[in-house]
Nanobody, 128 residues
Framework: QVQLVESGGGLVQAGGSLRLSCAAS????????MGWFRQAPGKEREFLAS????????SYASSVKGRFSISRDNAKNTVYLQMNSLKPEDTAAYYC?????????????????????WGQGTQVTVSS
């Protein structure tokens, strides 16, 4: 089973930017749809962005649309989340996830229970 490792989290001031990375352990990652989620203390895990296996289709939650951007580099087995104009309410643990088979090459997966493999998470803290 593919393993995912997130990195790039940290402390940033409001208005700043961070880029999160999610590295997969296997090249089979290249055919999986991927997603980014976050979870703040006391809250449910929240969908942020997803990308199709080819990278040709993306989807974003309304709370981050226009500020966050998901991309993937299949040659490096890595998916990214570029986060701009960060706000204190973006503070949370951020997780990447992989949708294993079966999956659609055209459907965009946005629900927590649609993903079977998760990374350990990386903390993002935005100060005001």
């Amino acid at each position: 089973q593919v393993q995912l490792v997130e990195s790039g989290g940290g402390l940033v001031q409001a208005g700043g930017s961070l880029r999160l990375s999610c590295a997969a352990s296997e090249r089979t990652f290249n055919v999986y749809p991927m997603g980014w989620f976050r979870q703040a203390p006391g809250k449910e895990r929240e969908f942020l962005a997803s990308i199709s296996a080819s990278g040709g289709r993306t989807s974003y939650a309304s709370s981050v649309k226009g500020r966050f951007s998901i991309s993937r580099d299949n040659a490096k087995n890595t998916v990214y989340l570029q986060m701009n104009s960060l706000k204190p309410e973006d503070t949370a643990a951020y997780y990447c996830a992989a949708r294993g088979p079966p999956y659609s090459h055209t459907y965009i997966y946005t629900e927590v229970n649609e993903y079977g493999t998760w990374g350990q998470g990386t903390q993002v803290t935005v100060s005001s």
